[in-house]
């Protein structure tokens, strides 16, 4: 920190005058001293005349951009250590951002200034970075304990995630998956920083972050928000007020995460260092008055410290994830690391003296080229480059960086392995398009059950005015059951678009084959035959529905690839009794009845190592770009978390075939619906509010719901169904409230309404409602649920439970 006789100076970059004094205004709350410039030219100059604690320094200028200003101050030792705060005015742009990080930014800053943001940043660094400054003035870095950090999310796949990052920093990384977890944490940690979502059950990022900065021991720890929110300046001010540091928004990008994380750890050791500097200098008070043994344990000290701070530093390079090589220009190695030892399989003893294409003959190629290139401070670099290392095909980022002083004929080589880093991004790119699907079929969905609920509805109308016609009625019943089965279609599209949890139940394997091929028939070449042989006597198995359905579509549209030029697609199916392990072979399964369900096709086939690689995660024998080698290993895991087994079988040009074995639940029954006549309803009185947006749908809802004898106001939107339940709530018995509505939707409306009827009784009825939300309702006190299309049977039913259930 400054002394209290010096105030901080920071350099403000612009070339238009303008945005210096708008910059010049916001930071005078500082009390800190403003240099302008208008020119990279005049940054640099300035900085020959001053000691800047920060510079502010605009990107897009004209002569000299702010990216080269970077690099020239990041060049010279007198200015290397200055933080920068990049300025731009152009749209976010994550490439720029990471080119600008590479070159010395330790954060960013968009016009138009958004002042409490940039204060709270500028305030933040200033500390920060003059404490480091001065510290390592005044003693040498010692050793500390490995830092921890804590990352608090509800979602494992984001912590995992997280803990693959930050691994790179060697740091020991704690997870919690919500606020109190995290609390509990800090009861017995001391972090370095807190990585904390800002959308949480139970306790948000806010709250969360209010409580730590209440509780003196957790204080002073940094606080930086994680969000998959757009970025909205309201909610970023709310998390600066309740103590974050700074923001950053997922999807995750690598180098951005692990530059503002690299900055706290700094500091966190730094205190540490601070504590055994004030430990030292009490001591040496002590003893002032034996200056003799003073000297001999200064001497001692000064010489531990030298082999303290080279154990250290060996310590440090060794214990670097990157493969470190330390060669001369010619490429003969000095020296490396551990992990450079493990990845050659040579000793650093053996390896001292020996050419780099000999111990390392898989990157001799990218070394050679990139040595040829090195040029007096200099470095150049080489990334995404793929390597074969054994049977193991790796994707390496090279950089080699020239020394300087008495060893300039000197290099080091820095090779890092971002193989897993690569295949997390497509994992991740994977994952939000399975989002984007179920978000487009729900929106679908919604729309399509509305439509059918008003021809179901038209349909029971129907039936009941035209009385005891048999010919109407059969024609009728053809149209209900079509409705019934576009619903039922409707629901298999989004169980295979939406991500669920897993709900094993009861199921018939033949009726899910039934339901899948329904799908298959319209998603592949019809020159493909779908040939399906249900033999298995015992068909019911406890699963979830959803994935496998999932798991079978995977394997049909990989036949489906493996056909180009059609063929036949068999799905066959029959019991198997494995009575011990000799029957299973190499399927090792439990004795007992199972069902062998087999997809075989008459395509192209597998060579022996494609077959044998088959299931492995993000293989994949597709061009680039049409494949992401997750399909089977989806279908392998979803198998092995059915208790079951899959195996392939295949040769060139001869077709292949999985087979599928999973236990039969032999004590379940599956009761078929074959379809009960309609009975006599029994009338209802009282007023019902029915809202919904479509007109169609409040139609004929209004009369279903008069044929159960109810009298109905309707509502065509939120807003209109709060001022009549204002103007008429004591008479309302019942209100039918839509989920999906413009304006106000279906949750907030019900939230509305019970400030105004704490008892109020709602029946949530929607096309399409993602399943947990209709459990959190059901929590907040809604008496009853039904999805669109409905029977009026069932909106008897549902109406009949909802009014004798009591009042929560």
């Given at each position: 920190m400054t002394s209290l006789d010096e105030r901080h100076r920071i350099l403000i970059v612009d070339d238009i005058p303008e945005n210096l004094t708008v910059l010049e205004k916001i930071l005078s709350e500082l009390e800190v001293d403003i240099v302008r410039a208008g020119s990279g030219n005049e940054a640099l100059k300035a900085t020959l005349y001053n000691d800047f604690s920060m510079i502010i320094l605009d990107l897009m200028m004209p002569g000299m951009n702010g990216v080269e200003v970077a690099e020239m101050l990041k060049q010279e030792p007198g200015t290397s250590d200055?933080?920068?705060?990049?300025?731009?005015?152009?749209?976010?742009?994550?490439?720029?951002?990471?080119k600008a990080y590479g070159k010395g930014a330790v954060d960013f800053i968009y016009k138009p200034f958004n002042k409490f943001v940039l204060i709270s940043k500028v305030r933040v660094l200033?500390?920060?970075?003059?404490?480091?400054?001065?510290?390592?003035?005044?003693?040498?870095?010692?050793?500390?304990e490995q830092p921890k950090i804590l990352v608090v999310d509800d979602t494992p796949d984001n912590i995992l995630v997280f803990k693959k990052l930050l691994t790179k920093l060697d740091v020991e990384v704690v997870a919690a998956r919500s606020g109190?977890?995290?609390?509990?944490?800090?009861?017995y940690n001391d972090f370095a920083v807190i990585f904390l979502d800002v959308q949480m059950?139970?306790?948000?990022?806010?709250?969360?972050?209010?409580?730590?900065?209440?509780?003196?021991?957790?204080?002073?720890?940094?606080?930086?928000?994680?969000?998959?929110?757009?970025?909205?300046?309201?909610?970023?001010?709310?998390?600066?007020?309740?103590?974050?540091?700074?923001?950053?928004?997922?999807p995750f990008n690598e180098y951005i995460l692990l530059s503002k994380a690299r900055v706290f750890l700094d500091i966190y050791k730094l205190r540490a260092g601070l504590e055994s500097l004030v430990q030292e200098r009490t001591t040496a008070l002590r003893m002032s008055n034996r200056k003799l043994r003073k000297e001999i344990l200064e001497k001692e000290a000064t010489e531990k410290t030298l082999l303290h701070t080279q154990s250290y530093l060996s310590s440090i390079l060794n214990s670097i994830h990157s493969v470190l090589i330390g060669a001369d220009s010619s490429g003969v190695i000095i020296d490396m690391n551990k992990t450079a030892a493990k990845?050659?399989?040579?000793?650093?003893?053996?390896?001292?003296?020996?050419?780099?294409?000999?111990?390392?003959?898989?990157?001799?190629?990218?070394?050679?080229?990139?040595?040829?290139?090195?040029?007096?401070?200099?470095?150049?670099e080489k990334t995404g480059v793929t390597v074969m290392i054994g049977d193991s095909e790796r994707v390496n980022n090279f950089a080699v960086y020239p020394s300087v002083g008495e060893l300039s004929d000197h290099v080091v080589i820095r090779v890092d392995d971002v193989t897993e880093a690569k295949q997390m991004e497509v994992e991740l790119q994977q994952r939000r398009h399975i989002d984007s699907l179920g978000q487009l079929a729900g929106g679908i969905a919604h729309d399509f059950n509305n439509m059918l609920s008003a021809i179901m509805g038209a349909a029971e109308l129907l039936r009941i005015k035209i009385g005891d016609n048999p010919d109407l009625s059969k024609q009728i019943g053809s149209i209900v059951a079509s409705v019934e089965r576009s619903a039922d279609l409707t629901?298999?599209?989004?169980?295979?678009?939406?991500?669920?949890?897993?709900?094993?139940?009861?199921?018939?394997?033949?009726?899910?084959?039934?339901?899948?091929?329904?799908?298959?028939?319209?998603?592949?070449?019809?020159?493909?035959?779908?040939?399906?042989?249900?033999?298995?006597?015992?068909?019911?198995?406890?699963?979830?529905?959803?994935?496998?359905?999932?798991?079978?579509?995977?394997?049909?549209?990989?036949?489906?690839?493996?056909?180009?030029?059609?063929?036949?697609?068999?799905?066959?199916?029959?019991?198997?009794?494995?009575?011990?392990?000799k029957d299973s072979k190499d399927f090792q399964l439990k004795r007992g009845k199972y069902v062998e369900l087999k997809v075989s096709d008459t395509g192209t086939g597998m060579t022996e190592d494609v077959r044998k690689k088959a299931f492995e995660p993000f293989f994949t024998t597709k061009p680039q770009g049409k494949g992401t080698g997750l399909g089977l290993a989806s279908v392998y895991g979803t198998i092995k978390s059915h208790h079951g087994t899959i195996s392939l079988r295949s040769r060139p040009e001869s077709g292949t075939a999985f087979t599928v074995l999973l236990p039969v639940n032999e004590r379940a029954e599956i009761v078929n619906d074959l379809g009960s006549s309609e009975t006599d309803i029994e009338k209802i009185n009282g007023t019902v509010l029915l809202v919904d947006d479509e007109d169609i749908v409040r139609t004929v809802?209004?009369?279903?719901?008069?044929?159960?004898?109810?009298d109905v106001i309707t509502a065509n939107n939120g807003r209109r169904a709060i001022d009549i339940v204002k103007e008429k709530g004591d008479s309302i018995v019942l209100i039918l409230l839509d989920m999906i509505m413009p304006e106000l939707n279906g949750r907030d409306c019900y939230r509305e309404i019970r400030k105004i009827l704490p008892d109020v009784n709602v029946i949530i009825c929607s096309g399409y409602a993602p399943e947990e939300m209709i459990s959190d309702l059901y929590m907040e006190g809604i008496r009853g649920f039904i999805r669109k299309p409905f029977r009026l049977s069932e909106l008897s039913k549902v109406i009949k439970t909802s009014l004798s259930s009591p009042s929560t």
């Open positions: 200055i933080p920068i705060i990049f300025v731009t005015a152009m749209d976010r742009d994550e490439a720029f951002e990471l200033l500390d920060l970075y003059s404490m480091k400054r001065n510290l390592e003035s005044a003693f040498s870095r010692q050793e500390t109190n977890e995290a609390l509990a944490e800090t009861l059950p139970e306790m948000d990022g806010y709250e969360v972050a209010e409580i730590l900065k209440s509780d003196e021991k957790t204080a002073n720890i940094p606080i930086i928000f994680v969000t998959a929110i757009d970025r909205e300046d309201a909610k970023e001010i709310q998390g600066y007020d309740t103590g974050a540091v700074d923001f950053i928004f997922k990845i050659s399989g040579a000793s650093i003893r053996y390896a001292k003296g020996k050419n780099i294409s000999e111990i390392f003959p898989f990157y001799s190629t990218i070394i050679d080229e990139l040595l040829l290139q090195v040029r007096t401070d200099e470095p150049v629901g298999k599209l989004l169980s295979f678009a939406r991500k669920t949890g897993s709900e094993k139940t009861s199921l018939d394997i033949h009726r899910l084959i039934k339901d899948t091929v329904i799908i298959l028939q319209r998603s592949i070449d019809k020159r493909i035959n779908i040939v399906v042989e249900p033999k298995a006597v015992c068909s019911i198995i406890d699963g979830d529905d959803s994935e496998l359905s999932n798991a079978l579509l995977n394997l049909g549209i990989n036949a489906r690839d493996a056909m180009p030029d059609g063929g036949t697609l068999t799905i066959s199916t029959e019991n198997r009794i494995i009575k011990s392990i809802g209004t009369e279903l719901l008069q044929e159960l004898g109810l």
